[in-house]
């Protein structure tokens, strides 16, 4: 058994790392605070904690962006969350805007992947379009575990200014989460992209964080060859495989679009 949470010291250390970044990024951009989209979800519940720790919650604008999968309990999480750090929040609808999306290629209609990478979309150009506006920048939720095998929308979610718990796995998540004082609830939640109704983390990528995250830190950040890591765990080495595979497939959103290079 691996077990990646930290130690009391090590996450008092990282919490204090985390808030200092957001405060530094902030101020380095010349910007007045910073903007998020608040989902109800554990990740943005922990990056709003951290935001309002590092910049006080004068410097934190939440937005909350249902549409018609959303679910009705996460949208009010989203604003207990933010009634609860007391920060300034907004709820702006993104259904008629991703109507008239496929209202303008009605061939998506239907396409849950598709669609819902718009309704992503849709949010990151609400988060900039509110972060242009006020001179905030745009925080990122994305953790170490989605990043590494590529578990988010491409300038979808994941476009953004920073990402403060762009290095955590999804268990140190939740572990920070409750230090910060999330409540309990929150913190135990299935995760969702809500993308589509009844959509799951686990269930869509085929694995559950508890598996993914300990192999993506011993094998694909580690560099453990896959039989010592599946030995170690105790899982096939087929599902380590699967994993690196996640991780190279998704390459390309770890990186700038390429261009040719120079001719010689
Ligand atoms: N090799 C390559 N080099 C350069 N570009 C490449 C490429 N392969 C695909 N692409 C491009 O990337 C596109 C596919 O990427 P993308 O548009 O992101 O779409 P895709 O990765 O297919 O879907 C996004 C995934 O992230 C999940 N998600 C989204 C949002 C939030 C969360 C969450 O956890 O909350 C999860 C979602 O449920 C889905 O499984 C292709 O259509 C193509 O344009
Ligand atoms: N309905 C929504 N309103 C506002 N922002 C949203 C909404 N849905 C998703 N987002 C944004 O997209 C991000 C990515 O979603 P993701 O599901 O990975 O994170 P989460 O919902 O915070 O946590 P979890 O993974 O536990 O569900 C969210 O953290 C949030 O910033
Ligand atoms: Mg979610």
Same mark, same amino acid.
């Given at each position: 058994?691996?077990?990646?949470?930290?130690?009391?010291?090590?996450?008092?250390?990282?919490?204090?790392?985390?808030?200092?970044?957001?405060?530094?990024?902030?101020?380095?951009?010349?910007?007045?605070?910073?903007?998020?989209?608040?989902?109800?979800?554990?990740?943005?519940?922990?990056?709003?904690?951290?935001?309002?720790?590092?910049?006080?919650?004068?410097?934190?604008?939440?937005?909350?962006?249902?549409?018609?999968?959303?679910?009705?309990?996460?949208?009010?999480?989203?604003?207990?969350?933010?009634?609860?750090?007391?920060?300034?929040?907004?709820?702006?609808?993104?259904?008629?805007?991703?109507?008239?999306?496929? /209202? @303008?290629?009605?061939?998506?209609?239907? +396409?849950?992947?598709?669609? &819902?990478? #718009?309704?992503?979309?849709?949010?990151?150009? =609400?988060?900039?379009?509110?972060?242009?506006?006020?001179?905030?920048?745009?925080?990122?939720?994305?953790?170490?575990?989605?990043?590494?095998?590529?578990?988010?929308?491409?300038?979808?979610?994941?476009?953004?200014?920073?990402?403060?718990?762009?290095?955590?796995?999804?268990?140190?998540?939740?572990?920070?989460?409750?230090?910060?004082?999330?409540?309990?609830?929150?913190?135990?939640?299935?995760?969702? /992209? @809500?993308?589509?109704?009844?959509?799951? +983390?686990?269930?869509?990528? &085929?694995? #559950?964080?508890?598996?993914?995250?300990?192999? =993506?830190?011993?094998?694909?950040?580690?560099?453990?060859?896959?039989?010592?890591?599946?030995?170690?765990?105790?899982?096939?080495?087929?599902?380590?495989?699967?994993?690196?595979?996640?991780?190279?497939?998704?390459?390309?959103?770890?990186?700038?679009?390429?261009?040719?290079?120079?001719?010689?």
């Amino acid at each position: 058994m691996v077990d990646l949470r930290f130690s009391d010291v090590e996450l008092a250390e990282r919490r204090e790392h985390i808030t200092g970044f957001i405060e530094e990024t902030v101020a380095d951009a010349g910007a007045d605070g910073a903007v998020l989209g608040l989902s109800g979800g554990i990740d943005s519940t922990t990056v709003a904690h951290l935001a309002v720790e590092a910049l006080g919650n004068d410097g934190l604008k939440g937005l909350v962006m249902p549409g018609e999968v959303s679910h009705e309990a996460n949208m009010s999480d989203a604003e207990r969350v933010a009634e609860m750090l007391d920060i300034e929040y907004e709820v702006i609808e993104i259904q008629p805007i991703i109507d008239q999306l496929v /209202a @303008g290629y009605p061939e998506a209609e239907g +396409d849950d992947l598709a669609v &819902g990478n #718009a309704r992503a979309r849709t949010r990151g150009v =609400l988060n900039y379009l509110v972060g242009n506006h006020e001179n905030r920048l745009v925080l990122g939720t994305g953790n170490r575990s989605e990043a590494q095998v590529g578990y988010y929308t491409k300038y979808g979610d994941g476009a953004v200014d920073c990402h403060p718990i762009g290095n955590l796995y999804k268990v140190q998540v939740r572990q920070l989460a409750r230090d910060l004082g999330v409540p309990e609830d929150l913190v135990d939640k299935t995760p969702t /992209a @809500g993308l589509w109704s009844e959509q799951t +983390d686990e269930e869509e990528m &085929g694995i #559950a964080y508890d598996t993914l995250d300990p192999i =993506l830190a011993l094998h694909v950040d580690g560099a453990l060859s896959a039989s010592a890591t599946a030995a170690t765990l105790d899982v096939d080495v087929s599902t380590v495989e699967e994993v690196r595979g996640m991780y190279e497939r998704s390459a390309h959103k770890r990186s700038m679009p390429p261009a040719p290079p120079a001719l010689d």
